[in-house]
């Protein structure tokens, strides 16, 4: 018996090898770059030959004046998109699961998750003629109600409300979906008993679907906190000017300018690894959260 | 960064791709050099036809520019190739006209380790991972920037000699003109660390491209100083010049890149006499009256004008989307009929404007303007960096180093010398396809001053009608003028470019009258502009973004500060030191 077991588990741990010497390799080895962040990092000198110097990395980005700014802006964009992109999906996943007929839920199931297979290098290119204040459509429709021309892209106190309802726009659609298939998941026998008892619609949505996906909405939302510090590259990128550096700037997008390109790695790395800690230690803390208030584990 | 350094690239590419004219032939070249330059072509014809016949050992004959390799040796690099880049039936970067000569001309299997696009910044990121990694190939193409991260790591060959020894006589002639200035970025301690490639030339300034049959509806004087220009382009805005009664032309055209070669304001600045940074990181460095190098960016010369740009603002004259348009999408309203002034390089009649746009609307004109004057003195026009484009290195320890020069010395002779091919290695129109022969090339080079040349022989010509003394493709271009006079509207862009009114008589009044301002500083960017130049260049943008639209106009002086404060006392303290050292 005993043996038997043993030989099982040695097979699967066998299997497992793979996959770990995997992560190792790719994940845990390159940790090893982590060096480069204190060092004067010189390209052709290597991760070895390089002169260390402490935190003078840290200490460079940390006496820019912009750093705060951008610092503030990341987080406010990122967490503004971190609610916005939690509560639309489940919305629209509750409004869509009330659809009877199905062709036209997934009529609305696909057109709304088409957008997120677009790079945001076309979107923005998109965005700018539908924003446009002299020809875009947002524009000419507001005009109709006698509203001036806003000038969305160029406007420090719109933009960051342009890009977090552009990113959910984008985004809502992958969301719903996971939220619809932890739809199916209840068991209907609860609904029915539920309508034996005179619950209506409301109450049923309620009593019985929100906690019955709760622990998805949980899952996802603990995940999504390691990004607070991730408000998107690829759109604040293609989309930013300098007149809205004020409230647009972001961490990536201001690493990058610094001089990724210019051979400046050390710099790049050392506020690579700031933003790793800080997302590190907030999703050990939601997860913990997680645990405590909705018993959700993966271990 | 990167995007300030591709961009023109990019732009400049696209322009050659559209205008046959820019890459002309040096027929002139050899003229200057009298009997040696033909000299040089037929000996070396002769040359090569010996040693592949000879079959001498490795390496061909002793400096022989041409010389074959028998037993053939194979040779890897990479390269960047513009997206929009065609090949015919079966080619490709990997297999074309140029790679098929090596092999059979030179003996040089030549083969790319990878090729990427030129957009955005992908290029000088893989060339960057690529000297990162140690990944080398023989040889490939770089930047100053790169070339200098290369030299300090001993990573290159010293290609003084193999230079001296191996460039045919086309070649070095080409090199030493406007007094060998492609050279001085490749040259590190007076040692030659890399083949100088495609060159700017003093051909990227700006001058400002006006629709002249507005101008000319509404009655406006031709923009001989600075007041004319700004009344022109506000009359563009107020007097609908496009005639349709509604308000919806732009006056002066911007894109967000105050710095690129279509829609910048490099030559708003320098009508002022102002010059601010540029495309290259390491701009724009001029003299001050104790003979300092200063910079160009933080001189009270640019006060009034951004001044003069903010009253545009305010009049209306430029479009608040700027702040977010790149080149591409600046031109739409160009292409629209909607906007009638920009600042641009000579080769804006091609990209952005379509140089057969005349045929489909007869009544359209663009004409391009010489820098006006704010005051007085005449405007001079800033050239940032005249030195080359890209820089072909050459790995340490490669065994045959010489190799990069006999491709260079190929080019040319397929190219610019008498008995150049251009149909077959240049460009060629088959059916409605335009091939860019000459950018499958894996070394390219030119006579920096080679447009200028070939404009001066085509005007000399059209002139005195006597075309004998004309290359292959400068006879390209008189015959386009000549069908362009007899009513051909499709060669309208020829007429633009090489004609008496197009962009190179414009160039030639600049050179004539030397109002051409070169860059002090034309080293490799020095320790503290690798650090702190971006954020610099980042300051300045938003400085003249926001007095643009709106912010007072003495915020300059604080953007000053900030600038010197910054990193900009120390990088000042080092050119000088560059220049101390390079000028004695």
Redesign the interface.
Known sequence: MNNRFKLGNYSLYLMLLPGLALIVIFNYVPMAGLAIGFQQF????GLFGSEYIGFENFKYVYS??DTMTVLRNTVSIAVMKMIAGLIVPIVVALLLNEVGKAYFRKGVQTLIYLPHFLSWVILA?IL?DVL???TGIVNQFLGLFGIKPI?F??NPSWFQPVLVISDVWKEFGFNTIVYLAALTGINPNLYEAAQMDGAGRRKQTWYITLPGILPIIILLATLSLGNVLNAGFDQVFN?Y???V?STGDIIDTYVY???M????FGVATAVGLFKSVVSFVLISVSYMLAYRFANYRIF | ??KTRTKPLLTVCLALTFLVSACSNSKNADEDNGASGNVSATASTEASASASASASSAGGTASDPFGKYDPPISLSTFRCMNDAETYPEGDSIDNNVWYRAYQEELGVKLTNKWTVSTAG?TC??KT?LS??SGDLPDFFPVNT?QLK??V??G?VEDMTEVFDKYASPLVKEAYSANNGVAMTAASFNGKLMAIPGTTRGLNNVDMVWIREDWRKKLNLPEPNTMDDLLNIIKAFVSQDPDGNGKKDTIGLTMG?NFYDGYAGLAGFFNAFHAYPYSSASTSMWVKDKDGKLVYGGIQPEMKPALQALQDLYKAGAI???F???DGA?AAEAENQGKAGVHFGYFWNIGWPIDGMAKKNNPSLEWKPYPIPSADGTPAMVQVPDPTAYSNIAVKKGMSHPEVVVKMMNMFFEHIFSENAEPEKYHSQVVGDKKYGYFNYAAVQGEHPEKNQIAFNAVSEAMKSGDTSKLGPEQKLYYNALKAYKDGDLTKWGDDRTWGPEGSFSVLGKYKDNKLIKINEFLGAPTNTM??K???LM?LE??MI??II?GDPVDSFDQYVN?WKQSGGDQITKEVNDWYAQNHQ
Do not use: W
């Open positions: 010189n390209p052709t000198k820019l004046d290119g700018m446009s204040p002299s000038f892209l160029g989309m000017s300098p007149v550096y300018r610094l001089g390109i210019n051979f400046q | 960064m990167s910044t000088e990121e960057n000297i990162v920037k991260t290369l300090d790591a990573l967000k479009d608040p989307q702040v977010v348009y999408k690798a650090t130049g971006s954020i980042d943008s938003k973004t926001k639209l900030t």
